[in-house]
């Protein structure tokens, strides 16, 4: 019987996704090599009672790998092996969890690349706050714009604003946020962000 974290067995024919860091070392030392079998240090655990004790790889479709984009410079598809399973999460972000993942044709993540993975997703709003602040701390600042300039408005400029500073707030305290041009690239969101709200006070003001 699948946990409370668990919707159901997915299928595996479906093409997957995950992001690799190719320049960044992981903290644990772990390396992620091409077209071998990657076996996790802990394993799905179906009646988890907290995220933390779930276990296995995070990997997610094409509709909202978008979402994951600040956990590397290089995606990759994702091949479940033979006799593994893949599940999926309830959840509105596309988790899904394997064991054993077998990573394919990595394609290294530029602005270009960032910005065909936004036009294919279908995050949730307050997701393509947190991931348009992504690409600006990666330095797809063109993806970040596009984002900024399709989904913020007067009406939610407010929780936009929220996201992009608690964004801000995880990554940094993860050390993402641990350069000049990631720094730089914040204040000019930060800047675009800050336009929209004295537009929607100017507004205001002038209406009552």
Known sequence: MLGKFFECEADKNVKYYRFIQTERKYEDGRRFPINEIVKCDKKINLKAEDMEQMGGF????????????????????????????????????????????????????????????????KLLEKEY????????????MKTAFRVCHDKVNIENIEQAIEEFEGFCKRRNGENFIDNKMAKENINKLYEKLKKVRNIKYNKEFHTT
């Not at 706050?129 to 797809?140: N, Q, S």
């Open 58 to 121: 995070f990997i997610s479709d094409k509709d909202f790998i978008f979402r994951w984009l600040i956990r590397g410079d290089t995606l990759c598809e994702v091949i479940i092996p033979e006799n593994e399973k893949i599940y999926k999460t309830p959840t509105k972000y596309g988790i899904y969890l394997a064991d054993s993942i077998i990573l394919t044709n990595p394609q290294k993540v530029d602005d270009e690349y960032a910005m065909k993975l936004y036009l294919q997703s």
């Open 129 to 140: 706050f947190k991931t348009m602040t992504a690409c600006a701390i990666c330095g797809y």
